[in-house]
C-alpha cells in the first residue's frame, strides 16, 4: 500500500529565504504526483503536477522536482513570502491503486516578514 | 469559470437524519472523488468514480454511499450520519487519473452530527 510522508510538519522561515518542502513515497509506480496549497478552512488549490516521466516542473518562483526511483519530490519556492504562509501537501496516483490518490499530511509553512 | 461547487458549504444536523451534500463540476471531467479532513489524519478519501456508473470505495468508505448518474454530478450520501462523520468534506475531479491536469477542488463542506 502506498505511503506518502512529508518531511517536516511545520516550517517557519523569515521572508525572504527559500523554502524546501519534502515530500517521500513508498510505491514508484505512480502516474503523477501533484503539489497542493491549503490556506486555514478552505479547499485545496493545484501548484504543480509532475507527470512519473518527467523529472521536474516550474511555475514562477515554484519548482517541484520527482525522483522516482528514491521515492522522494521536492518543492522549492524561492524568495518566500509572508503571503507563502499556509498548508502544503503532495498526492500521488499509483498506477496499481486504480483510482485512489494518495496524500500526504502536509507541511505548515509560516513566513514572518 | 472552471469549478467545482459543493452544497451546503455548512450543515448541523442530528444523528440518524439522512442527509446528501451535492457536488458539481462544469469542466467535462471523467474522474471525481470525496475526501474528508480530520485534525491529524489529513485529507483521505472516501470514494472515487472514474466516470459514469463507474464508482469504487478509497480508504475510509464505511457510512456513505455515492452514485454518479451524470458525469457533472457526483454526490455524497450519509444514510444515517453519526457524530464520527463530524468532518470537513471535499470534492474534487479531474480528466482522469493518469492526466498531465490537475485536481480542482471544491470549496468544502463543514458537517457537524450532533
Known amino acids: 500500500k502506498q505511503e506518502v510522508t512529508q518531511i517536516p510538519a511545520a516550517l517557519s522561515v523569515p521572508e525572504g529565504e527559500n523554502l524546501v518542502l519534502n515530500c517521500s513515497f513508498t510505491?514508484?509506480?505512480?502516474?503523477?504526483l501533484q503539489w497542493f496549497r491549503q490556506d486555514p478552512g478552505k479547499g485545496l488549490t493545484s501548484l504543480l503536477l509532475?507527470?512519473?516521466?518527467?523529472r521536474e516542473q516550474t511555475s514562477g518562483r515554484l519548482n517541484a522536482s520527482l525522483d522516482k526511483s528514491s521515492g522522494r519530490s521536492t518543492l522549492y519556492i524561492a524568495a518566500s513570502q509572508p503571503g507563502d504562509s499556509a498548508t502544503y501537501l503532495c498526492a500521488v496516483f499509483t498506477t496499481d491503486s486504480w483510482g485512489k490518490l494518495q496524500f500526504g499530511a502536509g507541511t505548515q509553512v509560516v513566513v514572518t516578514p | 469559470e472552471a469549478q467545482v461547487t459543493q452544497n451546503p458549504r455548512y450543515l448541523i444536523t442530528v444523528t440518524g437524519k439522512k442527509l446528501t451534500v451535492t457536488c458539481s463540476q462544469n469542466?467535462?471531467?471523467?474522474?471525481m472523488s470525496w475526501y474528508r479532513q480530520d485534525p491529524g489524519l489529513g485529507l483521505r478519501q472516501i470514494y472515487y468514480?472514474?466516470?459514469?456508473?463507474?464508482?469504487d470505495k478509497g480508504d475510509v468508505p464505511e457510512g456513505y454511499k455515492v452514485s454518479r448518474k451524470e458525469k457533472r454530478n457526483f454526490p455524497l450520501i450519509l444514510e444515517s450520519p453519526s457524530p464520527n462523520q463530524t468532518s470537513l468534506y471535499f470534492c474534487a475531479s479531474s480528466f482522469n487519473r493518469g492526466s498531465d491536469q490537475p485536481q480542482h477542488f471544491g470549496d468544502g463542506t463543514r458537517l457537524s452530527i450532533l
Open positions: 469542466m467535462n471531467h471523467e474522474y
Open positions: 510505491d514508484s509506480a505512480i502516474y503523477n
Open positions: 468514480s472514474m466516470n459514469v456508473e463507474v464508482t
Open positions: 509532475i507527470q512519473s516521466s518527467q
